[in-house]
């Protein structure tokens, strides 16, 4: 079975752009939440998403926002980038809103 | 609000050796999760081994034990037989179970592990 597929691999944007993150869950799972890995730290809650609809946020901006698709899958948008933002961004996702998260590989973003 | 902290930015391992990773955390809630990941180079984040706050029995998964003191809020890695495939990132990582919680993790700092031949 597929794990949790992440894309793209690696991205370098500037200040100021815009980027979209894409997560594919595990098949059958319905809940996805998306995580900031700054380097040398753990990895900090952004958003999870259950059947499509915002079940948590973290401490983050209004810039970062997110969705999540009918079939699950999940963006992550990130508006007017800092260089602050320069990050390994990880999604997960579980089969409901309280269970194990299965972790993709990330998306390594590299803000100039 | 709950806080996880891993006092070993790194730790170094003979191969066949074992080694104990410690993690403390801060928390008033009665009942909760504790997680340890592993995140290797590749980057990819893989569930190590979970206890349930609720649960006295230390959790085992293999090589892979904790010394769960919920009293002290302390949840430790022991790792037996070290492998050269063990040598990663590990993060000890907490969860609430309340009602109407998220599967929101949080994390420690993590511990580089180095597993010497």
């Known amino acids: 079975d597929a794990g949790v597929t992440q894309s793209p691999t690696h991205l370098i944007k500037t200040r100021g752009q815009h980027v979209t993150l894409r997560c594919s869950p595990i098949s059958g799972h319905k809940s996805v939440s998306w995580y900031q890995q700054v380097l040398g730290q753990g990895p900090q809650f952004i958003f999870q998403y259950y059947e499509k609809e915002e079940r948590g946020r973290g401490n983050f901006p209004d810039r970062f926002s997110a969705r999540q698709f009918p079939n699950y899958s999940s963006e992550l948008n990130v508006n007017a980038l800092l260089l602050g933002d320069s990050a390994l961004y990880l999604c997960?996702?579980?089969?409901?809103?309280?269970?194990?998260?299965?972790f993709g590989p990330g998306t390594r973003l590299t803000v100039l | 609000a709950q806080t996880v902290t891993q006092s070993q930015p790194e730790m170094s391992v003979q191969e066949a050796e074992t080694v104990t990773l410690s993690c403390t955390y801060d928390?008033?809630?009665?009942?909760?999760?504790l997680f340890w990941y592993k995140q290797p180079p590749s980057r990819q984040m893989i569930l190590v081994i979970r206890?349930?706050?609720?649960?006295?029995q230390n959790a085992t998964e293999n090589r892979f034990s904790v010394n769960f003191q919920k009293a002290a809020k302390s949840f430790s890695l022991k790792i037996s037989d070290s492998q050269l495939g063990d040598a990663a990132m590990y993060f000890c990582a907490y969860r609430s179970t309340y009602g109407g919680a998220t599967n929101k993790l949080i994390f420690g700092t993590g511990t580089l592990l180095a597993v010497q031949p």
């Open positions: 997960a996702s579980s089969l409901g809103r309280n269970n194990e998260q299965f």
């Open positions: 928390t008033s809630e009665s009942d909760y999760y």
């Open positions: 206890q349930e706050a609720y649960k006295q």
